[in-house]
């Protein structure tokens, strides 16, 4: 890996692991286009839930896809926002480090991408959104049955998550995330199409001393008896309100 992209995980992605550079196939490594194959899917899933002995199907796909959208925010939003590059995250051109467990522990890129000189506003994010995120959730829709909104749902809610810590980064600038905030705060992409990343994330009132994160749809986990609800969700945050306000 060039010195560029590796120099990117300080700060507050100082936990994370750095992407692979490499065009060679490792036996812990799979084409990411396999995850358009339900067969693929179905032995994937098989191990990451055996965890979970009798969770729903589209519980465990979506927590699985938390994983996977985790590790593709951090690493695109870094090189995308930081370094002005757009990285090669098109399905067929993605090789995904697998953990044991059946999710993904990272990804293996065949370069360091392109300037994205030649890009403005949400255009810069359309390798992500087009050649990514849209042909993956339409596959683990298809397969799991879940509605296509819980995993872009979860994909924006990391997206989001990276945006609001990169300006804590030592490599950062002032403006440096004004894209991404355009891009949330935009209801259409540039083409007009429907914004599936718009406003994945809400900061409503607490009682506590800053505002409460809360996520925009449920993740679904909660199907998953071991789990319950994660701590942004908003069926949990509307439960707790409305129990405030029934003892008040």
Partial sequence: MSFALSSLYIGPMEQLTPPRVSTRATPDTI?????LDPARLEALMADFSARYPGGDRRALVSLWTKWHFATV????????????????LAL???RLILAPEGHIA????????????ELDGTARFTTLI????????????????????VFWSNAGNYFE??????????MATEAMAEPAQRLM???????????PLYQPVRYVAANEASPKRVRRL???????????????????????????????
């Fill in 130 to 149: 087009d050649e990514h995120l849209t042909p993956l959730i339409e596959s683990l829709a298809a397969y799991s049955g879940a509605s296509p909104k």
């Fill in 218 to 248: 449920c993740c679904i986990r909660y199907l998953i008896d071991e789990l319950g609800y994660c701590e942004n969700c908003p069926l949990e945050c509307r439960g707790h309100r409305r129990r405030q306000a029934e003892t008040t």
């Fill in 106 to 117: 990272g990804l293996c890129l065949k370069d360091e991408g392109r300037p994205l000189a």
């Fill in 92 to 94: 067929d051109d993605l």
């Fill in 161 to 170: 998550y990276f945006v609001s810590v990169l300006p804590a980064h030592p």
């Fill in 31 to 35: 084409a990411a286009a396999e995850l």
């Fill in 73 to 88: 925010a951090a690493t695109t939003l870094a090189a995308n926002l930081i370094l002005e590059r757009d990285l090669p």
């Fill in 185 to 195: 705060a935009s209801r259409s992409l540039a083409d007009g199409r429907r914004n």
